[in-house]
C-alpha cells in the first residue's frame, strides 16, 4: 500500500490482522510504503519521490505484492497510470477508512481464492486454473489425464491410494476394475516429473496402490 500517514499505516494494521488471521494469510503480506521511504535493497532518497516512483519501487522488490495506491490526486489520467503501473486499486482522498479496510479485505479475499487454486507438494506446483505444472522450477507438460492423475495424488499428498481409488476418481469407473490404466498413467507421470539424477516423487506401495511425497 502506498501512503503518506503513518498515523493511518498504525490504524488500519490494526483493523487487517483479524482479516489476514481469517483468511489464514501471513501479515507480512500488508505494508505501508510512503513517497520517501525506500523499498527492497534501495538506498534513501535524497528528494521527495512521486507516488508513481514509489509503486515502480516496490513492484521491482515485490513483484507479487498488491499495491492499492492513496492519493490525493484523483484525475482520471492519475487514475489510470497508476493502475497501469501495477495498482490493483486506487483510492482518493478524503476517504472512510471504513472504505478503505473494505477494499483491503476484497483484496484479502482474491489472495485466498489464488492460493486455493494452487496445489503444492513434493516440490510440486500445480495451478488448478492455469492448468500449469512446474517440479523444482521447470515446467512440465501434461495431457488432460495426467494432469487430473496428478491434482487427485496432490490432493492427497503424502497418502497411500489404491488402484481402486484412483481409478474411480480420475477414470470414474469407465474402464475395468482390472485394467492396468492407472499403472501406464503412473509410468507417463514419473516418466515427465522425473529426471535420471532426480526421480519423480511417486512410490509404489506394493500390492496397494501409489503415494507421492517423499520416501518413507
Sequence with gaps: MAANQDELGVKLRGKVEPMFQQYGLALDRFQVFH??????????AEIRRSGL????????????LPVIVLTARGEIED???GLDAGAVD??????????????????LRVLADASASILRGADIEV?????????????????TTEFELLVY????????????QILGSVWGYQHDPAT???DVYIGYLRRKLGRPEDPAPIFTVRAVGYRLGTPS
Design 35 to 44: 513517497r520517501d521511504q525506500p523499498a527492497g535493497d534501495e538506498k534513501p
Design 53 to 64: 516512483e514509489v509503486l515502480a519501487s516496490v513492484r521491482r522488490a515485490k513483484p507479487t
Design 79 to 81: 487514475r489510470v497510470a
Design 90 to 107: 486506487y483510492l482518493v482522498k478524503p476517504f472512510s477508512l471504513a472504505e478503505l479496510v473494505a477494499r483491503v479485505r476484497a483484496q
Design 127 to 143: 495451478n488448478l486454473l492455469t492448468r500449469k505444472v512446474s517440479r523444482g522450477g521447470w515446467t512440465v507438460a501434461l495431457s
Design 153 to 164: 495424488l496432490m490432493r492427497y499428498c503424502g497418502q497411500v491410494l489404491t488402484r481402486e
Design 180 to 182: 492396468n490404466v492407472v
